[in-house]
DNA sequence: TCTGGGGTCCTAGGACCC
DNA sequence: TCTGGGGTCCTAGGACCC
């Protein structure tokens, strides 16, 4: 008996955060930004800032996401820029998904504004273009905004196919159309053929998709490594067996990092900006219930190298002091006291939801007072700068 | 002209053990 | 005095994604 094909759709919203803020806008008035050179960002008024996403007439005059929105500006004196609203966005997400999983309760969210459905199990009595149509449709009519459909024999095909011509668009990208529609593509638009790797696959003469299929998965070891290599050979042939995974995972680790308006240098700075991470990410890690036996810190300077370092703790641990102690050791490693700072992170790892053994009879009996800070803290959360000068006052005095 | 923030996975080398 | 091979854990760094 032939095996049923299998049949993915990856559903992608164009543009996601610059269509979202669109349509907010056009709720209090505002005509449609998507229509004119437009750009969201995080904070504009820092010069720092970059571009998370761009309008349609913003990247034909050469915009790219990710580039700064100073020089954005410069290549186009009359672009709108507009800061991002996450909660905004989070609530057209939720709204968006729900849409995707009344055609297919086998869903994967691959990011804020994607995601995979698994519809093979559907009793196909008609094209699956057509139902890509009625959802892609759906979602405009109700939410307001446009998404492309890809459909595929497997995600990676679906998620290539999603990429084809924008917005508002459904493409297909079945095996026996790979040749036609994938092969001549560049390198580059292969999933997870990024810049390095763009160089040196061209190095060695791999231009297009269909070049890298060609090669054998030898030579191309060489370039990449034995697992990498593999995978980009088999998905250049438009293989992928991955299943689309419903489960949400567990994160694996959770992290904050500032980039500075000005690059910092002062003992003084670098500790305040220290415990701001070290109050984020810890906090985060109480809501979640997650306890961490590995604190890391990065240093980004001014050339854009970055040190870092990690360390394993005794004992599991999620109070803000303790991780924030843990830093400060691993910074006075890895910087020289006076170098500026561009950026700086705090990250933990090896998260478990299993908090240290108690020994109260050995306890450091600061412990307490830790403890009482910490939910001190998640009850006021700490939000504005005032109170999070406070709380480190309050903290500086122990 | 000046480059964010939050993640995941892989690799390579060193330490340490048997 | 010179020296194997395998396994595991930890760390640093790099590549990719959105």
Same mark, same amino acid.
């Given at each position: 008996? =032939?095996?049923?094909?299998?049949?993915?759709?990856?559903?992608?919203?164009?543009?996601? !955060?610059?269509?979202?803020?669109?349509?907010?806008?056009?709720?209090? %008035?505002?005509?449609?930004?998507? +229509?004119?050179?437009?750009?969201?960002?995080?904070?504009?008024?820092? /010069?720092?800032?970059?571009?998370?996403?761009?309008?349609?007439?913003?990247?034909?005059?050469?915009?790219?996401?990710?580039?700064?929105?100073?020089?954005? +500006?410069?290549?186009?004196?009359?672009?709108?820029?507009?800061?991002?609203?996450?909660?905004?966005?989070?609530?057209?997400?939720?709204?968006?998904?729900?849409?995707?999983?009344?055609?297919?309760?086998?869903?994967?969210?691959?990011?804020?504004?994607?995601? #995979?459905? $698994?519809?093979?199990?559907?009793?196909?009595?008609?094209?699956?273009?057509?139902?890509?149509?009625?959802?892609?449709?759906?979602?405009?009519?109700? +939410? %307001? #905004?446009?998404?492309?459909?890809?459909?595929?024999?497997?995600? +990676?095909?679906?998620?290539? &196919?999603?990429?084809?011509?924008?917005?508002?668009?459904?493409?297909?990208?079945?095996?026996?159309?790979?040749?036609?529609?994938?092969?001549?593509?560049?390198?580059?638009?292969?999933?997870?053929?990024?810049?390095?790797?763009?160089?040196?696959?061209?190095?060695?003469?791999?231009?297009?998709?269909?070049?890298?299929?060609?090669?054998?998965?030898?030579?191309?070891?060489?370039?990449?490594?034995?697992?990498?290599?593999?995978?980009?050979?088999?998905?250049?042939?438009?293989?992928?067996?991955?299943?689309?995974?419903?489960?949400?995972?567990? &994160?694996?680790?959770?992290? =904050?990092?500032?980039?500075?308006?000005? $690059?910092?240098?002062?003992?003084?700075?670098?500790?305040?900006?220290?415990?701001?991470?070290?109050?984020?990410?810890?906090?985060?890690?109480?809501? &979640?219930?997650?306890?961490?036996?590995?604190?890391?810190? #990065?240093?980004?300077?001014?050339? !854009?190298?970055?040190?870092?370092?990690?360390?394993?703790?005794?004992?599991?641990?999620?109070?803000?002091?303790?991780?924030?102690?843990?830093?400060? =050791?691993?910074? /006075?490693?890895?910087?020289? %006291?006076?170098?500026?700072?561009?950026?700086?992170?705090? %990250?933990?790892?090896?998260?478990?939801?299993?908090?240290?053994?108690?020994?109260?009879?050995?306890?450091?009996?600061?412990?307490? !007072?830790?403890?009482?800070?910490?939910?001190?803290?998640?009850?006021?959360?700490?939000?504005?700068?005032?109170?999070?000068?406070? =709380?480190?006052?309050?903290?500086?005095?122990?």
């Amino acid at each position: 008996m =032939a095996r049923r094909r299998r049949v993915i759709f990856h559903i992608d919203v164009n543009s996601a !955060f610059l269509s979202w803020t669109a349509v907010q806008l056009m709720q209090s %008035g505002h005509q449609d930004i998507r +229509l004119v050179p437009s750009v969201v960002s995080g904070d504009p008024s820092d /010069r720092r800032s970059i571009i998370t996403a761009a309008s349609i007439p913003a990247k034909k005059i050469g915009i790219k996401t990710a580039e700064p929105v100073t020089m954005a +500006l410069r290549k186009c004196p009359d672009l709108v820029v507009v800061k991002g609203d996450w909660d905004w966005y989070r609530r057209c997400s939720e709204e968006f998904i729900e849409i995707c999983r009344k055609y297919s309760p086998v869903l994967q969210q691959f990011s804020i504004d994607e995601c #995979f459905i $698994d519809m093979s199990l559907r009793n196909w009595g008609e094209d699956p273009v057509d139902v890509a149509t009625r959802l892609k449709d759906e979602v405009k009519a109700t +939410l %307001g #905004f446009t998404v492309n459909v890809g459909i595929g024999s497997n995600k +990676l095909l679906a998620k290539m &196919a999603s990429e084809f011509e924008k917005p508002d668009k459904v493409h297909t990208l079945w095996e026996e159309e790979v040749q036609e529609k994938m092969w001549p593509l560049d390198v580059r638009e292969l999933l997870w053929v990024g810049k390095k790797t763009e160089e040196k696959l061209k190095m060695y003469g791999i231009r297009t998709i269909g070049d890298l299929a060609s090669r054998s998965v030898g030579s191309l070891t060489r370039l990449v490594g034995k697992k990498f290599a593999s995978q980009l050979h088999e998905n250049a042939n438009g293989r992928d067996d991955s299943p689309v995974e419903t489960e949400v995972p567990e &994160a694996k680790s959770i992290s =904050a990092e500032r980039t500075f308006s000005n $690059d910092i240098g002062t003992e003084k700075d670098v500790d305040r900006a220290l415990f701001n991470v070290a109050c984020i990410v810890a906090h985060r890690m109480r809501r &979640a219930d997650f306890y961490t036996s590995c604190v890391s810190v #990065f240093i980004k300077y001014r050339d !854009f190298s970055v040190v870092q370092r990690q360390h394993q703790v005794a004992q599991p641990t999620n109070i803000t002091a303790i991780i924030l102690n843990e830093a400060r =050791a691993l910074i /006075r490693d890895i910087w020289d %006291g006076e170098s500026p700072i561009r950026q700086i992170g705090l %990250g933990v790892s090896k998260l478990s939801h299993e908090s240290a053994v108690q020994m109260s009879l050995f306890e450091d009996p600061k412990m307490d !007072f830790y403890r009482e800070w910490d939910r001190k803290y998640d009850e006021e959360k700490s939000q504005n700068e005032d109170a999070r000068t406070l =709380a480190y006052e309050r903290m500086k005095q122990q």
